[in-house]
Nanobody, 127 residues
Framework: QVQLVESGGGSVQAGGSLKLSCAASGYIFSSNCMGWFRQAPGKEREAVAAISTNGGSTYYADSVKGRFTISHDNVKNTVTLVVNGLKPEDTAMYYC????????????????????WGHGTQVTVSS
């Protein structure tokens, strides 16, 4: 059974930083992408960042480029998202996600690519 467990959300002031972590268990894929989506109240869920576990290719949404950094630990099978320069518009529930085909290497990542979801961790940024 595949499980994705997030940690590290919280409440910060604008300009602050957080580190979100996701631990994956229950599967081994030869090549897949892991990463994060977020959903703010009243908005659709959007891909934020993803990384290929085989090669390290990354995807970032334009709105987070230069502020968010994603990394993957192949030994621990965890993915980490360091979020700097947080803005109130970054406030959302952040979901860890994984596909089974490495779809993020093409320069985009969508919900249709995702096979597994975490339960989410809340990030709240106050102005």
């Amino acid at each position: 059974q595949v499980q994705l467990v997030e940690s590290g959300g919280g409440s910060v002031q604008a300009g602050g930083s957080l580190k979100l972590s996701c631990a994956a268990s229950g599967y081994i894929f030869s090549s897949n992408c892991m990463g994060w989506f977020r959903q703010a109240p009243g908005k659709e869920r959007e891909a934020v960042a993803a990384i290929s576990t085989n090669g390290g290719s990354t995807y970032y949404a334009d709105s987070v480029k230069g502020r968010f950094t994603i990394s993957h630990d192949n030994v621990k099978n965890t993915v980490t998202l360091v979020v700097n320069g947080l803005k109130p518009e970054d406030t959302a529930m952040y979901y860890c996600a994984s596909d089974a085909g490495g779809f993020c290497v093409g320069g985009s990542w969508s919900e249709a690519d995702i096979g597994y979801w975490g339960h989410g961790t809340q990030v709240t940024v106050s102005s």
